[in-house]
């Protein structure tokens, strides 16, 4: 039951959502500048094609709300905050592209590969200009799809009375996401200070690879679109915050398979880079384990990990090394006790409606099941 009470939530917000976003990625295509347009026609390509899952979680959480208010209202008006969400997420991801160094996302080239191809295409630069100009560019569009959330919530829900609220969290989410991207940035260099010792170390790759987790994932995907719908929705403070926790919960097992997938799935599957993790050096639960739990096996892995070339046979020999340290099962252990404690922090929220409730659990499982 609580498996269909969520596809069936999901595949209605998928469709709706779907029509929504191609109407808008066809708006925004034109542009007076003939020099931009290719870009805009970028973003609307990387703006499409994607799970809409976000989106979802919006629509969800402005039912939820709604309920709890004892008023039946149509979804779809929370639809125009679901799309400034996964305009939001698809900036997010080309500036993440960029930071992996990834060349393809959602199984098509990135943003910063594109228009590095053009210039190649038309023999215009050097190769080291090239790649400048195709990560500057990329910048500025993510900038773009993060400001094209912001005016999107403007002018569909400034007149609404929740507004400001809605305004301030949202960028709060913003911020957050931020927060944790720096993090993850700047913690693998920061690990090699010399003012560190042994101990030292072990503490800030234990303390900030979980807060990672919590800003950069379990805030921008489960808990901040499910809390925006709830804001939208009327819900009172009290009821976001009981959310909120099984949310968090929830998120961090969600980055925790993420990172399991980025070193295991199938890349056909997952749609982006397999490995890039490894290129980027990414300090993730599967590496902290093996760093902080089990250095017999920490040498062998810093001696790829962080290559900059990534072949199939970097990735096999990392996943051997996450395996035989028991990285791989410390990790499904940790996500499985997170998906656990979500379920049961859910099971002492009042009020909510029982298709509500089974819709979460099946958002739950559809989390744990996932594959890419």
Known sequence: M??????????????????????????????????????????????????????????????????????????????????????????????????????????????????????????????EERLHAGISAAVCLGDFGLYLANRKIVSDYASDLHFPKLMAYFDDVILDTIRGELLDVVLPYELQSPAFGEAEKRRLREQNVMEIYRLKTARYSIVGPLHLGMILGGAEQKEMEELDSFAENLGIAFQIKDDILGIFADAGILGKDVGSDIAEKKQTILSYYVENERPDYAGALMEHYGKADVTEETVAFVQSVFRESGALRYAEDRMEELFLKAEERLGRMDGLAGEDREALLGLTAYLRDRRK
């Open 2 to 127: 609580k498996n269909e009470a969520f596809a069936q939530f999901y595949k209605e917000s998928f469709e709706r959502l779907t029509k929504a976003a191609e109407s808008y990625n066809r708006e925004i295509q034109a542009d007076v500048s003939p020099l931009l347009s290719p870009f805009r026609e970028d973003f609307a390509d990387l703006n499409s094609g994607g799970k809409l899952l976000r989106g979802t979680l919006v629509n969800l959480g402005y039912r939820i709300a709604c309920r709890l208010r004892g008023k039946e209202t149509e979804v779809s008006y929370s639809d125009g905050l679901a799309l400034a969400f996964e305009l939001f997420q698809t900036g997010v991801l080309i500036h993440d592209d960029v930071i992996d160094k990834a060349d393809t996302r959602r199984g098509k080239p990135t943003a910063n590969r594109r228009y590095e191809a053009r210039l190649r295409d038309r023999g215009i630069a050097s190769e």
